[in-house]
């Protein structure tokens, strides 16, 4: 087993999943596909909940200044929204999905791009793709990102069910972000603090919350521009830290 094997089999999963999906939505009815994106983004939503939950553990708040749990996160979003604005993240994002709709010869009035966004989204946002990708290069193990690519597969599946082949496209992003991880993981070992997983994790939770409204044509929120929250999360919370 080699370092990266995790991430080469979690790119594998999707890439499956998303196939499987394809065969069995080409089967399908628009209106039962129409439902499956709706159920997606109900379960979207629930697993946004689980990831919120750090919010109110004792690791987190007993990390930071009183008060200051909340205010935490609205200022990881709103520092990293000006950044992903500035850097226009979405449109890029958008972009390369429309690159990518039209290497693979996916219909232009389909849903290639919409599937590639939140499938990309969705599968790099959460404490499992971190944690499994920083171990998996201590080589410390791949419990944890055998563990998601099974999650993954499922997920991938159904999304492409209702959304195409733009979620197998998504892992481009997945490993792009997954091999960083565990480069940072094989060159500087475990680098962040429970809280600092923690500050990460509200964050990307409520990203899927967006995820979620966007896939229930409730709200279509930017959330591309959100992405370096992920990364601004644990250094405001290391800095309020250090003011505790």
Request: overall charge neutral.
């Amino acid at each position: 087993m080699f370092v990266g094997f995790g991430t080469v089999v979690n790119i594998a999963t999707i890439i499956g999943g998303a196939g499987l999906g394809v065969l069995i939505g080409a089967r399908m009815l628009l209106r039962t596909r129409t439902l499956i994106t709706e159920i997606l983004g109900l379960i979207t939503i629930l697993g946004a909940v689980s990831a919120l939950a750090p919010m109110w553990s004792d690791r987190y708040i007993d990390a930071l200044p009183k008060g200051w749990t909340l205010l935490a996160i609205l200022g990881s979003l709103l520092i990293g929204g000006l950044i992903g604005s500035a850097l226009n993240l979405e449109s890029k994002l958008d972009s390369l999905g429309e690159s990518l709709r039209k290497r693979f010869g996916a219909h232009e009035e389909g849903t290639f791009v919409e599937g590639f966004v939140a499938a990309s989204l969705l599968f790099v946002i959460g404490p499992l793709a971190i944690l499994g990708s920083i171990s998996d290069g201590m080589s410390t193990g791949v419990d944890q990102l055998l563990l998601k690519s099974s999650l993954d597969f499922f997920a991938a599946m159904a999304f492409a069910a209702s959304l195409g082949w733009g979620v197998a496209a998504a892992a481009i992003p997945v490993g792009i972000y997954q091999g960083a991880w565990t480069l940072i993981g094989l060159g500087l070992g475990n680098i962040l603090s429970g809280y600092q997983i923690d500050a990460m994790t509200i964050t990307g939770g409520l990203m899927l919350v967006c995820i979620g409204l966007r896939l229930l044509k409730i709200k279509d929120i930017a959330v591309g521009n959100l992405l370096p929250a992920l990364f601004i999360a644990p250094l405001f919370v290391t800095l309020l830290h250090a003011f505790q």
